[in-house]
Nanobody, 116 residues
Framework: QVQLVESGGGLVQPGGSLRLSCAASGFFFSAYPMRWYRQAPGKERELVAT????????NYADSTKGRFTISRDNAKNTVYLQMNSLKPEDTAVYYC?????????WGQGTQVTVSS
């Protein structure tokens, strides 16, 4: 079965960095685009970044452009989100997702808290 397991979240000060990882299994990872979403308390879920199957094309939310970088290692079935220059408004639960055979699969999420 499809599984997505995020890790790497935590508490970081404003201006700091974190790298999130999402380990995927149960599907042909290298054939599918991957996405990171986030959801802050009381707010709608937001698409943060997308990467195509080969890793050569990426897209970002305006709020994260220039600070976040999505990447993937198809040999390790893992997608990453490098987050730099973090702001308090980046505080949220971050999820990786995959749409496999028209079904959206989500990981359990990893909490990122940006606070001094």
């Amino acid at each position: 079965q499809v599984q997505l397991v995020e890790s790497g979240g935590g508490l970081v000060q404003p201006g700091g960095s974190l790298r999130l990882s999402c380990a995927a299994s149960g599907f042909f990872f290298s054939a599918y685009p991957m996405r990171w979403y986030r959801q802050a308390p009381g707010k709608e879920r937001e698409l943060v970044a997308t990467i195509n199957s080969a890793g050569g094309s990426t897209n970002y939310a305006d709020s994260t452009k220039g600070r976040f970088t999505i990447s993937r290692d198809n040999a390790k079935n893992t997608v990453y989100l490098q987050m730099n220059s973090l702001k308090p408004e980046d505080t949220a639960v971050y999820y990786c997702t995959a749409n496999v055979y028209s079904i959206n699969y989500w990981g359990q999420g990893t909490q990122v808290t940006v606070s001094s």
